[in-house]
């Protein structure tokens, strides 16, 4: 990890603190006129005008460099400027007329420590039960599942070889380093996703900078998750047989967060200007890149990840390796990721490691430090100092190594479910990660997330879930009208704002069951009937119920959605969920609407408002 920041609402670290190692390449600007965005979106320049009054308002040289997504264009320095300095600049951008945004181009780095080749055990895909509390018990997992290849996870990073222990199961991706400076390639966005090599000579990164070889971060990332376990070559990654995008974001020096935010974008099947549609959407990110925030996530990376995260990609982020909070660390401190801190082979933080009081998810990244080379991840990558030469495996250390192991077991448990939505998938693997064993930090401090990423009960978990069916809820503020979904496509879409304006996800969610048995009641929905009805829907597990609304001229029967039980007396069966139904009372506007949730506390300040109290109108699997 490098130095991640940007604009955006203020978190944590003035400006005035940031490390002179601390770079952007230059300033991300969206013009408020549409029009220009537009011209983004067609991968056209703004106008000259418009560039010509920014080079007027700031005295540092300012040059074209490319559009991007989200309506935006990225205007280039004549070499990386210090952070601090960028961060001033685009706030006097922000001051001019016309711009709607203006955040620094911020370079980010590799969430990892490399150690010269040596050989180690894979400990950290074993059970805890070997000896290694930190490992994830992969081992156990393989016993139902080793993957499967229509379940794409896309390597935002520095390119992928083809190494042998990939080979087969690389999809055609997308080198997104724009700046050629930096490519290693001699050019800038192209169809080649693989790894030139992110080498760079002494100062090139910047006065006094020492030479570096290069890492082949992306392809040691690579083997980690999907390395071929039964090739008797080489090591075994957590999903042996899924399959792998690399998304190229990464040259020498770092990559810009421009860079990152079109390629998690891409990752995830979205447009991005210049660049064709990626036809193997991921439902599963890896970005083991980031670095230090100056003032928080940008807003740049939150809209990138809110569209990707819609799309249902789950967006796996390594927390970093500073030793601080991730709440100084982008893209780690965004909402809507699963940020992964690192542990060394007995299950403590590893001593580089960022963590997190809010928790999200730990995984082993190695401590070479700690314990020698048998504590690092070993993996696949080349033996070449500068170019790909012969292929070879090597230890590395890092949260960079941390954030693909649970990017493979989110494979494993899609293999297992592909139904699972990336809210879902998220939770599960939280919820069933193993405890912590004690230390100051993980049980104590309760720094280092909900625990260590299990495989073996990810896959239970999954293979339970495939019973049940997530349903979402949504509320409109214009209507001030709630409603209801099983489909995860339908609940995309409404997220997406093709249902029409004003949707907002409540994340009220709860389980119901998605097939048929003898104890279990369809549940029927209805909408009203245009021209007749309400502009709602109306939901019920009950059969004369449901058959009594069917005979209303003023309510259209849309089909059976999932499955419930019924309440007897208001009470449910021992363990299901009891669902309240609430009614608006505005029958005599043709507006009547209902919501339907577990939580009692909803339920009773909606009666206090007003609504009618209907009771328990159904029982589900989970609230």
Sequence with gaps: LGHTGTSGAAAGVAAKSLPASAQASGIIVRFSDPAVQQLAAADQAPPSALLADIAAALATPLHYARAMSGGMHVLGFESNLPLERALALAQQLQQLPGIELAEPDVIAHPQMVSHDPGYAAQWSLRSPAAGYAGAINAESAWDYTTGENDVVVAVVDSGILPHPDLRGRLLPGYDFVSDPRYSNDGNGRDADASDPGDYAAAGECGAGKPATASSWHGTHVAGIIGADGSNLYGVAGVAWKTSILPVRVLGKCGASSSDIAD??????????PGVPLNPYPAPIINVSLGGLSATGCSLVYREAIKAATIEGALIVVAAGNAQVDVATYSPANCDGVLTVMATDRDGKLASYS?????GRIAAPGGDIDRHGSAGGILSTVSNGTQGPSSYETRVKQGTSMAAPHVSGVAALALAMHPGLSSAELSTLLQMTSAPFPYSYECTIQ???????VDALESVSGAALLSNYQLV?????????HYFRTGSALEAKLVNKGEAGPGWQDTQDYFYAWSEPSSELYPVCRFYGTPGIGPNSHFYTASPAECELVKRDPGWTYEGIVFYAKLPNAGRCPAGAVPIYRAYNMRWMYNDSNHRYTANRTLYEQ??????????????VAAG
């Design 606 to 619: 909606l009666v206090a408002q007003g609504w009618a109290a209907e009771g328990v109108a159904l029982c």
């Design 354 to 358: 960022n963590y997190q009081f809010s």
């Design 472 to 480: 979402y809820e949504f509320y409109n503020v214009d209507l001030r």
């Design 263 to 272: 390629g998690i974008k891409w990752a995830a099947g979205l447009p991005v």
């Design 446 to 452: 309760q720094i280092c997330g909900s625990g260590i």
